[in-house]
């Protein structure tokens, strides 16, 4: 996702001069992991995260490794807001647990549940969002991921058995494009709103799912997208509004996330920028986990003894180190 106006990409050594590599604990499991692995680089500017997810292939987490080097090398564009309101972010845990989950999130009023999950049903879903909108009273705001699992049907049915939550939105309930269009046609009539999340991060064309109609509005994340400048080109080439969300971060990786969420002119919904609730340990002394609701925007610097105690075992370590050089050549145009 570099085009001819990048900037130029900083030699290797000067990432890895200081780079870290952790192993974060989750405190809640999610996307089927126990820990999250994340490198931080410290550029002129400061320290920016490197954390593409272990599957992805050098080209999708080269995206990821430009979105670093602008956020640690490059003065970022101007916040117009400097509290970030955010949202809970619920897991697919059991209907027993999401109380105690939700009760790490302080001050948040709108929660989004994850649904859709593989082994699980349908009634799954219903019970985990009835115990969320029971928690959270009828003011409080309620929007489901299915992360692209299910078909048309099936996002039709979930739909109606979910109605009677009043949801803010469903984000990816189908996979493709055309599923979306093809639903948000069916659901037209009920004023549900459909969010767009894979089909803008993990797109070969980010704009494609605005074009053909297919969604009220875009989640968008700064490390997939190549950084918060890149973040903000494509919400404002959508022309739809925009949810910032985090892509399990640790705080630095969230750091850039509140810093688009900042620097967008309309944020009209809460942001899933509150990940850090679900980390059992951070790098910085300060974690940004919600605090009455919201996160502060600005550079976070991680902590020595933090970066220690949480080190990857030398082995991940130099896979990191590896998968950071794999990714400049293709940045560089060297692979
Ligand atoms: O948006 C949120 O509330 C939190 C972030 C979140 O849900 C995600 C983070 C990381 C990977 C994704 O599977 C997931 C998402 O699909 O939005
Ligand atoms: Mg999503």
């Known amino acids: 996702m570099t085009s001819p106006a990048s900037p130029p990409v900083p030699p290797l050594a000067d990432l890895l ?44 987490a080269a995206t990821w490794l430009a979105a670093a080097i602008d956020f640690a090398w490059h003065a970022q564009p101007e916040a117009v807001r400097t509290e970030i309101p ?31 999950e593989r082994a699980q049903t349908l009634a799954d879903d219903v019970a985990r969002v009835r115990a969320v909108r029971e928690l959270l009273g009828p003011e409080g705001r309620v929007r489901i991921d299915a992360n692209g699992g299910w078909n048309v049907d099936e996002a039709e049915h979930a739909a109606h058995a979910l109605a009677e939550f009043d949801l803010e939105y469903l984000e990816q309930p189908c996979a493709t494009v055309a599923e979306l269009a093809e639903l948000r046609t069916r659901l037209r009539r009920w004023d549900l709103p459909i969010a767009a999340d894979e089909s803008v991060r993990k797109a070969q064309d980010p704009l ?16 997939p997208l190549g950084g918060v400048r890149r973040a903000l080109e494509i919400v404002a080439a959508t022309g739809l509004p925009a949810v910032v969300s985090s892509a399990l971060d640790t705080s630095v990786g969230l750091s850039q996330g509140a810093a688009l969420a900042a620097a967008l002119p309309d944020l009209p919904f809460d942001c899933g920028l509150g990940t850090a609730s679900l ?57």
């Open 17 to 60: 001069a200081g780079a870290r590599v952790v192993s974060l604990p989750l405190a809640t499991r999610f996307r089927g992991v126990e820990h999250r692995e994340a490198a931080l680089i410290e550029g002129p500017l400061g320290w920016a995260e490197f954390s593409p997810f272990l599957e992805y292939a050098d080209d999708e």
């Open 86 to 116: 955010v949202n809970a972010t619920l897991p697919a845990v059991p209907v027993e647990r999401v109380g105690e989950v939700l009760a790490r999130y302080d001050g948040c009023r709108t929660v989004k549940v994850k649904v859709a």
């Open 208 to 223: 494609a799912v605005a074009r053909a109609g297919a969604a009220d509005l875009v989640v968008v994340k700064a490390q």
């Open 279 to 335: 980390l059992a340990a951070d790098v910085v002394a300060d974690p940004l986990v919600p605090r009455g609701g919201a996160i502060p925007a600005g550079r976070v610097i991680p902590d020595p003894a933090l970066l220690d105690a949480h080190a990857a075992p030398p082995e991940r370590r130099a896979a990191w180190l590896e998968r950071i050089a794999r990714c400049h050549a293709l940045l560089s145009g060297t692979a």
